[in-house]
């Protein structure tokens, strides 16, 4: 049976509301089995909060899948790759895996869909290089893609409401570019994956009264990826391989500079700090829920520039170029650089902070930490920033 885009938007709301309804019944079991959340020294949260809420969101995956995708051994596959990260998430939370045993479950999980059911990438289509073939090498290569979104994901998820907004929006760009790519069923899973994470996002959402955990952030990485593949990557299209570095942006950025700045300082990849995106729009003084805006904002802008490479008539299909069609995709392009660049800016990747600090103490020497931070709080909220010379 062909399902339509209708199709998609009511497995993916009843997911939602499956994952709202499961959620408070989740949360109370989370306190029975000691599941909480403590505050610490590199979180955001002020307050024991239950974890697991991945739970939820797995409840209503399994029930809108069995729904709308049933009865396929492709599908079955999926949901039993869901079930058993899921699995290794709930381990986590409730006794803090080391790193190997969290991995190994994290790649049996992403290895099911793959060899049972070949949800794999065996071949791609770039511009000017055209068709890739992936041969032999096309089962590892795609499950350690796979490992690269669950914990991409899971590294983002550090503040109330971020990972669940964040793949709620991709699931949805994944969605569209699913549809428009004759992929239905996994357009219809894209939203399914969407809708249970936006219904959980309803108590996740700062101040959150539930946190996903390991046990959501890995079910939600498995599930983008999954349908980043069926949805986009294994396709003819010639920007396919492009769309999930689009839609994931915020994920994968956040990801590869803190693992690039534990490697500069030569810590472990996996121990924990406070260098996330998150973290840095918190020590400029921006709440939780102005932190989560900005970077769902910066999720939708990046998740329409995809979903405008499909819809925007740049090209005849071809290889011919269309001059209003290209126009606009340039100036969409000026407008995701733009905004991406300010968003860095503002992050202090560039050491905002310290060179307003040397602007300062040139023009008043005598210039307190206090009016610096005043400073700094007043252009960010303007927006209007004053040219700084490092030198």
Same mark, same amino acid.
């Given at each position: 049976?062909?399902?339509?885009?209708?199709?998609?938007?009511?497995?993916?709301?009843?997911?939602?509301?499956?994952?709202?309804?499961?959620?408070?019944?989740?949360?109370?079991?989370?306190?029975?089995?000691?599941?909480?959340?403590?505050? *610490?020294?590199?979180?955001?949260?002020?307050?024991?909060?239950?974890?697991?809420?991945?739970?939820?969101?797995?409840?209503?995956?399994?029930? +809108?899948?069995?729904?709308?995708?049933?009865?396929?051994?492709?599908?079955?596959?999926?949901?039993?790759?869901?079930?058993?990260?899921?699995?290794?998430?709930?381990?986590?939370?409730?006794?803090?895996? !080391? !790193?190997? !045993?969290?991995?190994?479950?994290?790649?049996?999980?992403?290895?099911?869909?793959?060899?049972?059911?070949?949800?794999?990438?065996?071949?791609?289509?770039?511009?000017?290089?055209?068709?890739?073939?992936?041969?032999?090498?096309?089962?590892?290569?795609?499950?350690?893609?796979?490992?690269?979104?669950?914990?991409?994901?899971? =590294?983002?998820?550090?503040?109330?409401?971020?990972?669940?907004?964040?793949?709620?929006?991709?699931?949805?760009? =994944?969605?569209?570019?699913? =549809?428009?790519?004759?992929?239905?069923?996994?357009?219809?899973?894209?939203?399914?994956?969407?809708?249970?994470?936006?219904?959980?996002?309803?108590?996740?959402?700062?101040?959150?009264?539930?946190?996903?955990?390991?046990?959501?952030?890995?079910?939600?990485?498995?599930?983008?990826?999954?349908?980043?593949?069926?949805?986009?990557?294994?396709?003819?299209?010639?920007?396919?391989?492009?769309?999930?570095?689009?839609?994931?942006?915020?994920?994968?950025?956040?990801?590869?500079?803190?693992?690039?700045?534990?490697?500069?300082?030569?810590?472990?990849?996996?121990?924990?700090?406070?260098?996330?995106?998150?973290? *840095?729009?918190?020590?400029?003084?921006?709440?939780?829920?102005?932190?989560?805006?900005?970077?769902?904002?910066?999720?939708?802008?990046?998740?329409?520039?995809?979903?405008?490479?499909?819809?925007?008539?740049?090209?005849?299909?071809?290889?011919?170029?269309?001059?209003?069609?290209?126009?606009?995709?340039?100036?969409?392009?000026?407008?995701?650089?733009?905004?991406?660049?300010?968003?860095?800016?503002?992050?202090?990747?560039?050491?905002? *902070? *310290?060179?307003?600090?040397?602007?300062?103490?040139?023009?008043?020497?005598?210039?307190?930490? +206090?009016?610096?931070?005043?400073?700094?709080?007043?252009?960010?909220?303007?927006?209007?920033?004053?040219?700084?010379?490092?030198?």
């Amino acid at each position: 049976m062909l399902r339509t885009g209708w199709d998609a938007v009511e497995a993916g709301v009843a997911a939602g509301v499956i994952a709202l309804a499961v959620t408070p019944l989740v949360a109370r079991l989370a306190r029975r089995v000691g599941a909480v959340d403590e505050p *610490r020294a590199r979180g955001l949260a002020d307050k024991p909060t239950p974890t697991l809420g991945g739970l939820a969101m797995l409840a209503g995956m399994l029930v +809108a899948i069995s729904i709308w995708l049933p009865g396929t051994k492709r599908y079955t596959a999926i949901m039993g790759a869901a079930v058993l990260i899921t699995i290794v998430g709930v381990l986590d939370d409730l006794y803090e895996l !080391p !790193p190997a !045993p969290k991995l190994i479950g994290q790649t049996i999980a992403a290895t099911i869909p793959v060899a049972a059911v070949d949800v794999r990438v065996q071949n791609f289509t770039l511009p000017f290089v055209h068709r890739v073939d992936l041969g032999d090498a096309s089962i590892p290569l795609t499950v350690l893609g796979l490992l690269v979104v669950i914990n991409a994901v899971n =590294f983002s998820d550090g503040v109330d409401g971020l990972a669940a907004g964040v793949c709620g929006i991709a699931g949805a760009a =994944f969605a569209i570019i699913a =549809f428009d790519l004759g992929k239905h069923n996994a357009g219809v899973l894209s939203a399914i994956v969407a809708g249970a994470a936006l219904g959980f996002l309803f108590h996740n959402f700062p101040p959150a009264s539930i946190f996903m955990g390991d046990t959501g952030a890995n079910l939600l990485g498995l599930m983008l990826g999954v349908v980043a593949i069926e949805g986009a990557v294994k396709t003819q299209a010639l920007l396919a391989l492009l769309f999930p570095l689009v839609v994931l942006a915020v994920p994968f950025l956040d990801t590869t500079f803190v693992v690039l700045k534990r490697l500069k300082y030569r810590r472990p990849v996996y121990e924990a700090d406070a260098n996330h995106f998150h973290h *840095r729009f918190s020590r400029i003084g921006f709440s939780q829920r102005r932190t989560v805006v900005y970077l769902y904002l910066w999720t939708i802008l990046l998740g329409g520039y995809a979903v405008a490479l499909r819809f925007v008539p740049y090209s005849d299909r071809h290889g011919h170029l269309r001059t209003g069609g290209v126009l606009i995709m340039v100036g969409l392009t000026i407008l995701v650089i733009a905004a991406s660049i300010y968003l860095v800016y503002v992050l202090e990747i560039l050491k905002f *902070r *310290r060179l307003e600090g040397l602007r300062l103490r040139r023009l008043r020497p005598a210039v307190t930490e +206090a009016e610096v931070d005043e400073s700094v709080e007043r252009q960010l909220e303007t927006g209007e920033f004053q040219a700084v010379d490092a030198e």
